[in-house]
C-alpha cells in the first residue's frame, strides 16, 4: 500500500490550497507533547498558513482548544498516521 503524502491529504480537506504549509510531526510524542508542540507552533506561523500535524492517534484534546482560538481543522485518518490539517477561518 502507497503512503499517502501528508501535504497532498490538505487537498483532500476544505483547507485553503492557496496559502502557505507548515508540517509538525509528533507521532513519536507521547501525551501532552503533541497539543503543546502544535499549539506553540500555530502561534510562532503567519495567520495564512496551514499547518499539517501527523500523529499517530486523533488529537481530541486539540480540537476544543483550536475552536476556541478560531481554527478550522479536519483530520484524516490514514491507516499508519492520522493527518490533522489546522487553518485560521
Same mark, same amino acid.
Not at 499539517?52 to 478550522?72: I, S, T
Given at each position: 500500500?502507497?503512503?499517502s503524502n501528508p501535504?497532498?491529504?490538505?487537498?483532500?480537506?476544505?483547507?485553503?490550497?492557496?496559502?502557505?504549509?507548515?508540517?509538525?510531526? @509528533?507521532?513519536?510524542?507521547?501525551?501532552?507533547?503533541?497539543?503543546?508542540?502544535?499549539?506553540?507552533?500555530?502561534?510562532?506561523?503567519?495567520?495564512?498558513? @496551514?499547518?499539517?500535524?501527523?500523529?499517530?492517534?486523533?488529537?481530541?484534546?486539540?480540537?476544543?482548544?483550536?475552536?476556541?482560538?478560531?481554527?478550522?481543522?479536519?483530520? &484524516?485518518?490514514?491507516?499508519?498516521? @492520522? &493527518?490533522? @490539517? &489546522?487553518?485560521?477561518?
Open positions: 500500500m502507497q503512503q501535504t497532498d491529504i490538505v487537498d483532500r480537506t476544505d483547507a485553503p490550497s492557496d496559502r502557505p504549509r507548515d508540517q509538525i510531526d @509528533v507521532r513519536t510524542l507521547g501525551p501532552p507533547e503533541p497539543l503543546a508542540r502544535t499549539l506553540e507552533r500555530l502561534a510562532e506561523l503567519p495567520e495564512e498558513t @496551514v499547518l499539517v500535524q501527523r500523529n499517530d492517534r486523533a488529537p481530541q484534546f486539540l480540537y476544543p482548544k483550536l475552536e476556541d482560538r478560531g481554527y478550522a481543522f479536519e483530520t &484524516v485518518d490514514c491507516g499508519d498516521e @492520522v &493527518v490533522t @490539517v &489546522v487553518w485560521r477561518v
